[in-house]
């Protein structure tokens, strides 16, 4: 821990371009890996080259790197090393296949460090933004007991099925908001320009209105005079409230309590961060992690500020010498099931294992849950949109059918 936080404190090295003369007054020009321009013109002084210009190399264009772009490199790292290709010609393998000019460039940072007498942990180190504590802590334990392509190979499968978890949380959700987004826009542009046509046509009837129909064109003479200050204040409103939600750990807390109770999703939300949080524990007791030093990067690995709090409590108990699953069932937010594996672990010696059969079952939990959940949302979401539409269309037509009976 003590050298991924002197890692993170280490100022960051990037790539400068640079162009001089040497002792011979000829023209050379390279590149060279530097925390600093005035740190390029010392080293190329040293090596006698007049220096004319330095400058920052440009990133490459492409994608932005995701999670699933380091998950794909896991897994080809870790089969090129257990078909026995040497370190650095699978790093200049996998490069080369890669099709986004960024992963290119920081798998080939990566090599370049290794190639120079870096560790490869410490040199995942330098790149924070992809590769966590709990990957370089990984690694740092496959370097050290000589199993890495093991503990690479474990790696991927914990990517993999954690990213396999995210996604179906993600596809769960994605429907019912993507249907709520377009209701909003259909409703919009009935209040903003069909209501108004409507209202025209009822004024030159000359009649009395019914009351729904008059609350229907208050709304919409509402939404057309302040349409702007709706969308304003919906756009502003949750952008504050996604960026309290990002950087305040106490609002964090209070959205996650909040969201693991909602009906139906809750106990989605609630099983997939109980998954990740005995994978992850699994993963990193399997690979020699102690288990003080393993519960650093459980909690944030659950995705989740309820469960995070209740590592950090069962880390300062086992600090202490307190059990394991005492710990975990003092929280009160572990289910039976996972108190009754754990306990099951320790006694026999086998705690990654139960951990992950604990992980295996709550992944298929959440898979049965997705699948239930959008067959349920479904209908509901016709039922509701139903009743908004259909409720509109019958207030507008409400007059003409007064005007059709009195005929």
């Not at 040293?46 to 330095?54: A, D, F, M, Y």
């Not at 990002?246 to 309590?257: A, V, W, Y």
């Not at 693991?260 to 109980?274: C, E, M, R, T, V």
Request: proline share 3%; net charge positive.
């Amino acid at each position: 821990m003590a050298t991924a936080a002197a890692a993170l404190k280490a100022p960051k090295e990037v790539i400068f371009e640079w162009e001089g003369k040497d002792k011979n007054g000829k023209v050379v020009r390279g590149e060279i890996r530097a925390g600093g321009e005035a740190v390029v013109s010392a080293s190329l002084r040293r090596q006698g080259i007049l220096v004319n210009k330095i400058r920052k190399r440009r990133t490459t264009g492409g994608r932005s790197i995701k999670q699933k772009d380091i998950a794909i490199f896991t897994r080809q790292l870790s089969t090129m090393m257990k078909a026995g290709v040497p370190l650095l010609q699978s790093f200049d393998i996998v490069a080369r296949g890669s099709t986004n000019p960024r992963m290119t460039k920081l798998l080939t940072d990566i090599r370049n460090d290794v190639e120079t007498g870096t560790s490869l942990s410490a040199a995942f180190r330098r790149h924070p933004m992809y590769f966590d504590a709990l990957y370089c802590n990984l690694v740092e334990a496959g370097e050290a007991g000589g199993i890495l392509e093991a503990l690479l190979d474990r790696l991927a499968l914990y990517q993999e099925k954690t990213l396999a978890i995210k996604q179906k949380i993600k596809s769960a959700l994605m429907y019912p908001i993507a249907v709520i987004v377009v209701a909003f826009v259909v409703l919009t542009v009935i209040m903003i320009f069909v209501i108004p046509a409507f209202k025209e046509v009822f004024t030159s009837f000359g009649a009395d209105l019914p009351a729904p129909t008059l609350f229907v064109i208050a709304m919409s003479e509402f939404f057309v005079r302040w349409w702007w200050a709706i969308f304003g204040f919906i756009g502003l409103g949750g952008y504050f409230f996604f960026e309290s939600w990002k950087r305040s750990p106490k609002m964090q807390k209070s959205m996650d309590r909040l969201l693991l109770k909602l009906p139906l999703f809750g106990d989605l939300l609630n099983k997939s961060a109980i998954a990740r949080w005995t994978r992850t524990l699994a993963t990193m007791f399997a690979a020699g992690v102690p288990l003080v030093e393993a519960l650093d990067s459980v909690g944030g690995a659950s995705g989740n500020a309820v469960y995070q709090e209740a590592t950090e409590q069962i880390q300062k108990d086992v600090s202490t010498g307190s059990a394991l699953t005492t710990s975990m069932t003092a929280t009160g937010v572990f289910p039976t099931m996972v108190l009754q594996m754990a306990a099951i672990g320790e006694e026999s010696g086998a705690l990654d294992h139960m951990l992950s059969k604990a992980a295996e079952f709550y992944e298929d939990e959440v898979d049965e849950m997705v699948k239930g959940l959008s067959s349920l949302m479904e209908p509901f979401i016709i039922v509701v949109l139903g009743v908004l539409i259909g409720g509109i269309v019958v207030s507008m037509y409400l007059p003409i059918f007064k005007l059709g009976s009195v005929v």
